[in-house]
């Protein structure tokens, strides 16, 4: 039944009747005529004058409001440009509102064709604006909801970016940015609104919204909203506007059952740290966007804002203080909330498991320090792939809920669920859930409503879904239209039941329904965007160098801490103060955006200088520490120190005694744990030799033999005392099987559909070029021997990849070495090719492990199911394992996490080489390492978990006071009694108390037991979480001196002990 004044159209025509109410509220070709030519009923120019900031990008970082406004503006008009790109713009605009427009609303409109923002005369700033896209729109900003008359002159100003909300691109968005972009304004004024017609336009907007969705579902009620509207649009054509609201009114009282679907509306705007923009712009889209926000709760003042990345919020803090003032207020309010714990939106593969530890307890203590707010999720809504060890992470930190949207955009298969019960890899569980609008930026449409509902996978399992709205990815939030539309849709009938809420509700909504949920173990892998594993090698490769100098760097310092007490006092505070804004720095990077390598140029630079200041203040550290503990001489002896938890024999290049007479370039030393020992050279049991059996070159040593044909391939790998090759050198001519080599250098074509440095797609396995196979037709320099022996033996070759590109190795095998190392160095000049080594080997094993985060990841090696051969290339971090029940081989690495495993072929990807957004994306000189690593037995007890720690962090050589080392010629904290336990950090706890954290991690996959004995002055040894508050004693016992702590985990568990002294 229709409402009462409603009149169905004369003829049924949904053809006419639809684009009818459509071209009524939005086609700008009937302006004229219908009601977006009524909109404004008047408007007045504005007199601008403009400012050039000078500099590019991130220069406006430099200036304060005040020094601005008081530069030398000169008078502009529209149809002026500004530019180029990256560049910063100031107008003055000078206003004054006519008393004739008393009682009405009015508004400054504004079209730059780029972003910008409205700051007051003295320097608040009120709101931002984006006019550059034909959505995601912000054109104009309410001076007053009624005018009062009488307010005369006026001044406002405008700061405008000279960029896009998505940035500079010229064909798409992800089209490297033009740097020479000017933007025209097209539009500067100040205008009346008609408030009656505004509510009409929405009201009709909704309406056709309602009208389209439901119609194309076959609902009846579809057809009561097309013909309201339509009645509507008759009315207001007849001059009956009050009839025409009174209509859509009593259609939107019309209340949904108790049994609906209910939504849990959130208002948020994901902003990128970095990706079309840098660092720099990114601060600024904090800025318009929060302040946007905050304007909108102005006018409704129910509306519920999320911002995460603690990151973005102290940027605010920093930029915009007084902004950050009005925000903080809100948040007292439940109005304006963090959202997710971490300190940014960070890759979900590739950061190690310290650094998603990190991210949270940073993230979560500024909530706590700026805001007496803790987060009770991880919010981590565009990333490419989530880990298995997340939910373990997670708990570690406290945080038992977790949302995503990302795997709606797998290639291959449809996830199934929107709301289960996640299992990492060690047991551990948390509340997963994804909004089943399968988006973060929706804007309140009805279609968007429905589809939230219709495509949920869980229908009778849970009574509410989440529905993220707000523009995002580059910033912005919700809009007054998106909020008119809220008040529309909330109860109607025939979409789901809505509240805007929080994310707290929202869960604590979804936790009543889990126990209907279903269970998904392991990753969640995305098919998707797998090249990201690669891109920007520099990236990864001074990540990991990051985690690990930090790692040393604490280890140390906690050393010193608990070693001299007091007398460390000042070296912890310096310390502190230093590292966490350098931790800071790394966290930053490992945003989404900028650690996967699917940025623009412009960001790494930054990122780079980034890392490498935050390795420097590493290094100052360890240096400081050493000091305090050790003492500072001119006179000084080397040592060798490891900062693992196990002793170490490995042959070190001492480069202080280069050049000397009768000195060794080359020592084997032993070295204890947790310690250092002086650089006594022991003989090897068994040199390492080279020989050479017509082609092949053999290296061996007491762990293994490897025969290298002349172009740099393993045609033949046996471990010590074994006689099965992991390779097959030659066959018979009969056979089907043909050889198998390792350390095939491969480069494919690499040219994926659309999202170039983010993909590799599965058609780039069909391209495949073995550039030094014995018949290749590219240029390789034949193996030469460069050393042979006794501590180091080392085959150079080289190969001319085109005419710009170029690879040289060195195969290298040391007398302690139980794995060859493959030293690399490329340069990379290819237009999207993708470079990777190939293992070809002869083990038979139908799954292979992976490193990850404080564990590792079992993946098949076949292809049975379509989620299988989604896995065409994975994620994995130090090593990756193939092994039979008594026999295996593990490649290594320093810096690369993109591997496949399919049969007899185990592949490590070294190099992509993407034009966008990024043209210029490792067009460099690349320097990195891997390792092959033949074993008896399973990689458990091959130890190569461990082997993988050392590949990846060498012993450190310094120079230590004479009298220091005079005295204590080896030095230990402690020591390990038992397996499959790893040591993984020791820091000061964050709050400068002398206490030490310790974490530790299961390494086997096993229940496993160890006794962790510490030469330290320990008083106490107490239970912690991720957050490091303690929770309790732990048992330990203490003779002579020595802590002896007992250790007891289940797989793959996380665990912290906080020490004190």
């Known amino acids: 039944m229709s409402d009462p004044g409603v009149q169905a159209s004369i003829h049924k025509n949904l053809k006419t009747t639809l684009p009818r109410i459509y071209n009524y509220i939005k086609a700008s070709r009937f302006q004229e005529v219908n009601l977006l030519g009524r909109l404004y009923s008047d408007t007045a120019p504005v007199t601008l004058s403009h400012w050039a900031l000078p500099g590019g990008a991130g220069a406006w970082q430099e200036w304060t409001f005040d020094e601005i406004i008081k530069q030398e503006f000169t008078a502009t008009s529209i149809g002026e440009q500004f530019g180029p790109t990256w560049t910063t713009h100031w107008f003055k605009v000078e206003y004054e509102i006519p008393d004739s427009w008393a009682g009405q609303e009015v508004r400054f409109r504004w079209a730059s064709g780029s972003e910008a923002s409205v700051w007051t005369a003295d320097g608040k700033l009120l709101q931002g604006l984006s006019t550059g896209t034909g959505h995601q729109m912000r054109p104009d900003y309410t001076l007053t909801k009624s005018y009062e008359g009488g307010a005369g002159p006026s001044v406002l100003y405008i700061e405008m970016a000279a960029n896009r909300l998505f940035g500079a691109g010229e064909e798409d968005d992800i089209a490297p940015p033009n740097p020479n972009k000017y933007y025209t304004l097209t539009r500067a004024e100040i205008a009346s609104v008609d408030t009656q017609v505004y509510k009409l336009t929405r009201d009709l907007e909704v309406l056709h919204q309602i009208a389209e969705t439901l119609i194309d579902l076959n609902d009846q009620r579809g057809y009561q909203a097309l013909y309201t509207a339509n009645q509507m649009v008759n009315n207001i054509i007849a001059g009956k506007d009050s009839d025409a609201g009174a209509l859509a009114d009593a259609y939107f009282k019309k209340a949904n059952g108790e049994r609906v679907h209910k939504l849990a509306a959130i208002g948020n705007c994901h902003i990128d740290s970095a990706w079309l923009w840098p660092y720099s712009e990114t601060k600024r889209k904090v800025g318009r966007s929060f302040s946007s926000q905050i304007k909108l709760m102005e006018d409704y003042p129910d509306y519920i804002f999320v911002a995460s990345q603690a990151q973005q919020w102290q940027w605010c803090k920093e930029y915009y203080p007084e902004l950050y003032e009005r925000i903080k207020a809100k948040v007292v309010e439940g109005k304006f909330l963090p959202v997710g714990s971490a300190w940014v939106e960070m890759d979900g593969n590739i950061p190690s498991g310290e650094s998603f530890i990190r991210q949270f307890l940073h993230g979560q203590r500024f909530y706590q320090k700026e805001l007496g707010f803790m987060c009770k999720e991880f919010w981590l809504p565009d990333t490419f792939g989530y880990s ?3 939910p373990a992470l997670m708990r570690h930190m406290d945080l038992s809920r977790f949302l995503t949207q990302k795997m709606s955009w797998n290639l291959v298969n449809k996830f199934p669920h929107h709301n289960f019960t996640w299992e990492g890899i060690d047991g551990s569980t948390v509340l997963a859930h994804f909004p089943p609008g399968d988006s973060y930026t929706m804007n309140l449409n009805v279609d968007e409503v429905v589809k939230t509902e219709t495509n949920l996978q869980d229908k009778g399992r849970v009574g509410t879904s989440a529905f993220l709205f707000g523009y995002g990815d580059g910033g912005g939030g919700p809009t007054q ?23 707290d509700v929202l869960f604590t909504e979804l936790e009543k329904d889990q126990h209907n949920m279903c269970r998904w173990v392991g990753e969640l892998f995305l098919e998707l965007h797998n090249g990201t594993y690669t891109s920007q090698a520099a990236m990864k490769k001074l990540c990991r160098k990051a985690e690990f100098q930090f790692r040393d760097a604490e280890f140390l310092l906690s050393a010193a801490i608990g070693t001299k007490g007091p007398e460390a006092a000042s070296l912890l505070k310096d310390s502190l103060a230093l590292l966490d804004p350098s931790w800071k720095k790394v966290l930053l990077n490992q945003f989404h955006d900028v650690l996967p390598g699917s940025g623009i140029g412009l960001i790494y630079p930054e990122a780079e200088r980034y890392y490498n200041e935050a390795i420097s203040a590493a290094d100052t550290v360890w240096e400081a520490s050493a000091q305090t503990l050790f003492g500072s001489e001119e006179i000084t002896t080397p040592v060798a120190f490891n900062t693992l938890q196990w002793p170490r024999q490995e042959v070190v290049t001492v480069e202080a005694l280069k050049g000397k007479s009768n000195a060794p370039q080359h020592m084997l030393i032993e070295v204890p744990p947790l310690g250092y020992s002086l650089l006594q050279d022991t003989p090897p049991a068994q040199p390492v030799t080279v020989t050479q059996e017509g082609d092949l070159y053999v290296l061996e040593n007491s762990f293994l033999k490897a025969k290298v044909d002349s172009k740099g391939q393993v045609v033949s790998l046996l471990a010590a ?20 080599h390792g350390n095939q250098l491969v480069i494919m074509d690499d040219e994926p559909v659309y999202w170039d440095a983010w993909d590799v797609m599965d058609y780039h396995l069909e391209t495949p070029k073995v550039m030094n196979a014995l018949d290749s037709s590219f240029e390789v320099t034949d193996v030469a021997v460069i050393e042979s022996g006794p501590l180091v033996a080392r085959l150079r070759f080289s190969l001319k990849i085109s005419e710009k590109s170029k690879l040289s190795q060195d195969i290298v095998l040391t007398a302690a070495s139980p794995y060859l190392i493959f030293e690399t160095s490329v340069d990379w000049y290819e237009n999207r090719k993708f470079l990777k080594v190939l293992f070809d080997h002869n083990v038979f094993t139908r799954n292979a492990s992976f490193d990850i985060q404080f564990g590792h990841l079992e993946r098949a090696t076949h292809m049975n199911t379509s989620w299988d051969s989604a896995r065409y290339e994975v994620c994995g971090h130090k090593w990756c394992d193939v092994s039979e029940p008594d026999w295996g081989m593990a490649v290594l690495n320093d810096s690369k996490y993109g591997w496949m495993a399919r049969g007899h072929h185990l592949t490590l990807s070294l190099l992509k080489s993407p034009k966008a957004p990024d043209d210029n994306c490792d067009m460099k000189t690349h320097i990195f390492k891997y390792g092959l690593m033949p074993h008896l ?9 461990q082997r993988a720690y050392e590949f990846n962090n060498s012993l450190r050589i310094v120079n230590l006071p004479k009298t220091t080392t005079d005295i204590t010629p080896q030095w230990s904290v402690g020591s390990f009694d038992g397996e499959g336990i790893v040591l993984h950090t020791i820091k000061p706890d964050e709050d400068g108390s002398g206490d030490v954290v310790l ?4 390494c086997r996959g096993a229940r496993s037991k160890a006794t962790l004995q510490l030469n330290l002055p320990i008083t106490d040894v107490l239970n912690c979480g991720g957050m490091e508050d303690a929770s309790g004693k732990a048992p330990f016992t203490q003779d002579s001196g020595v802590t002896s702590i007992p250790i007891n985990l289940t797989p793959f568990a996380i665990k912290a002990f906080r020490l004190k002294f």
């Open 388 to 390: 298995a060890q997340i």
């Open 481 to 503: 239209d998106m909020l008119e539309r809220a008040a529309r849709i909330k109860d109607s009938d025939g979409c789901p039941k809505f509240d805007i809420t929080s994310p």
């Open 721 to 740: 005392g074994d006689g099965r090759d992991f390779f097959v050198e030659s066959v018979a001519a009969s056979s089907n099987e043909g050889t198998r």
């Open 937 to 945: 037995g399973t990689l458990v007890e091959a130890n190569v978990v």
């Open 999 to 1002: 974490r530790l991690f299961e």
